[in-house]
Nanobody, 122 residues
Framework: QLQASGGGLVQAGGSLRLSCAAS????????MGWFRQAPGKEREFVAS????????DYTDSVKGRFTISRDNAKNTVYLQMNSLKPEDTAVYYC?????????????????WGQGTQVTVSS
């Protein structure tokens, strides 16, 4: 089970930190990811982190602004979002990968959180 939190309303240029708490002792064996879905659009990849945190991937539009991290002792993955833009507005989902390495496609993820709304006003 994945429980995402930390979303909210923020002005452009602001910051938010999303958290995703996972249940299960296997958390540290699998990669984790964040995706987002804006109204009328398909779900898109945002960031992924390997099981040990030594490999990370981002979609180009968030590079230099977002940082994914994980704490395996707390079974939690984070997404620090800085310099937010109105186009970052979406429901953000955390996901548990099927493997230990970073993945960018939704089909490569087995479990999904419920989503948390991020709204960036201009």
């Amino acid at each position: 089970q994945l429980q995402a939190s930390g979303g909210g309303l923020v002005q452009a240029g602001g910051s938010l930190r999303l958290s995703c708490a996972a249940s299960g002792r296997a958390f540290s064996a699998y990669a984790m990811g964040w995706f987002r879905q804006a109204p009328g659009k398909e779900r898109e990849f945002v960031a992924s982190i390997s099981r040990a945190g030594d490999s990370i991937d981002y979609t180009d539009s968030v590079k230099g602004r977002f940082t994914i991290s994980r704490d395996n002792a707390k079974n939690t993955v984070y997404l620090q979002m800085n310099s937010l833009k109105p186009e970052d507005t979406a429901v953000y989902y955390c996901a548990w990968a099927r493997t230990s390495v970073v993945r960018t496609q939704p089909r490569d993820y087995r479990y999904w959180g419920q989503g948390t709304q991020v709204t960036v006003s201009s």
